[in-house]
């Protein structure tokens, strides 16, 4: 009998993990055997239970993807994780590619690229689409070129995002689990880092390098 791969969906909204466990299930070779609801849940889980792929979210409360994911990879080097995010490539994809993912998906995706990126991450390979692979292959072709954003950490990066999508301090201290007083010296510090004075400024940059849609 074929292996049967073991998956654990982490995702804050039920009806997105509804719907992501629907498309899995209706394969022979992957099955969802839990789901999570935030950060700890899914750390929670996988301490627990043997789970052959992680999908999971970026923007989750309690601890964001992006920590889960640097934690899953310290304790759990051996187990994939799939990103899935509403954010576009250019804003996270390279970010969690270093960070120890194996694969990045937009939330936008088709069911059947969804299979395709879990079939070629239990395989031990990763997954990135045709322009993420394009957009790499510039980048290696032109090292030298650095945008202001790379300067900053996984934090201050995500700060910049949710300020440039029109967010106040309260709404992002609230959404990262931070306290204000923290987003507020984040963002002073990437500020500082990028050479800006003002959220205009900040807001401005992002939208014309698709940081933001």
């Known amino acids: 009998m074929d292996k049967v791969y073991t998956i654990l969906i982490g995702d804050d909204h039920a009806v997105v993990r509804r719907g992501l466990r629907q ?3 209706e394969t022979a070779e992957f099955r969802v055997i839990g789901e999570a609801a935030n950060g700890f849940e899914v750390l929670d889980f996988v301490r627990n239970h043997n789970v052959d792929l992680v999908v999971l979210d970026i923007s989750m409360p309690g601890k964001n993807g992006l ?4 934690q899953l990879k310290q304790e759990f080097p051996h187990i994939p994780v799939l990103i899935l995010s509403i954010y576009g490539e250019d804003q996270y994809a390279i970010r969690v590619l270093k960070a120890g993912a194996s694969g990045f998906l937009s939330k936008e995706t088709a069911p059947e690229q969804l299979i395709t990126a879990a079939r070629q991450i239990v395989s031990g390979r990763k997954y990135i689409s045709e ?3 394009e ?3 510039a980048n290696l072709n032109n090292p030298a070129v650095h945008h202001p954003h790379e300067l900053l950490s996984d934090r201050e990066y995500q700060v910049l995002c949710l300020i440039a999508s029109g ?7 609230e959404e990262l689990n931070l306290s204000v007083k923290t987003v507020s010296t984040y963002r002073s ?3 500082m880092k990028m050479g800006f004075k003002n959220n205009a400024e900040l807001t401005h940059y992002a939208v ?3 940081l933001v849609s």
């Not at 920590?67 to 640097?70: F, I, P, Y």
């Open 131 to 133: 322009a993420l692979a």
């Open 67 to 70: 920590d889960v994911l640097k």
């Open 167 to 173: 967010k106040t301090v309260s709404e992002i201290a």
């Open 208 to 210: 014309k390098n698709g």
């Open 189 to 191: 510090r990437l500020l």
């Open 23 to 25: 498309i899995f299930e």
């Open 135 to 137: 957009k790499l292959a």
